[in-house]
């Protein structure tokens, strides 16, 4: 008794043809074209502040007060730029709760601001904590000199300083 091998052999081809053709399809399509980029990376969440730099930036003179307050955005009690030498540092006054021991700020630099915000985190050995807002200084470095840029706190929109 013969066989035949004719549908065996079809199913064979069609398995091995099917990627082929799909391949052939995609680049017909232009999907998966060398100008395209595939990457298994998750982007980088952005942080509030971030996130706020680049609003202030889209909106900037019109900008609104953040609501609520924000461990990792502080409004800014003041800035100041150096007594002598460049303007290439700013030294901003971050207001704290007392319990917090560890303060800073961010900075995000463009062509026209230089936006700032404090932040600070809480002490975690700590039992017992009043509202109370404790101001501490720190120093800012700047990529560029400050030149005519305004200075604006990131959680208020306020402009801090204005660049000579």
């Known amino acids: 008794m013969r066989r035949s091998t004719t549908g065996s052999t079809r199913r064979k081809a ?3 043809l099917a990627p082929a ?3 052939l399809a995609l680049t017909a399509t232009g999907c998966g074209g060398s ?3 595939v990457s298994s990376e998750t982007p980088e969440k952005q942080t509030r502040f971030e996130k706020r730099a680049s609003q202030i930036e889209q ?3 019109k900008v609104d007060k953040t609501k609520g307050r924000h461990l990792d955005m502080l409004p800014l009690e003041a800035a100041q730029l ?3 030498g460049k303007d290439d540092s700013l030294t901003v006054t971050v207001g704290h709760g007392g319990c917090e021991t ?8 463009t062509e026209k601001l230089v936006i700032v915000s404090g932040w600070s985190k809480k002490d975690k050995k700590a039992d017992f904590c009043t509202k109370q807002i404790v101001t501490d200084k720190t120093k800012v470095e700047l990529k560029k000199e400050l030149g005519k840029r305004a200075v604006v706190d990131a959680a208020t929109g306020k402009t801090l300083l204005k660049g000579k």
């Not at 560890?102 to 630099?109: D, R």
């Open 82 to 84: 150096p007594v002598t």
């Open 102 to 109: 560890k303060y800073g700020a961010h900075v995000q630099e």
């Open 21 to 23: 053709m799909a391949a």
């Open 35 to 37: 100008d395209q980029t």
């Open 59 to 61: 909106t900037w003179p």
């Open 14 to 16: 069609a398995l091995v």
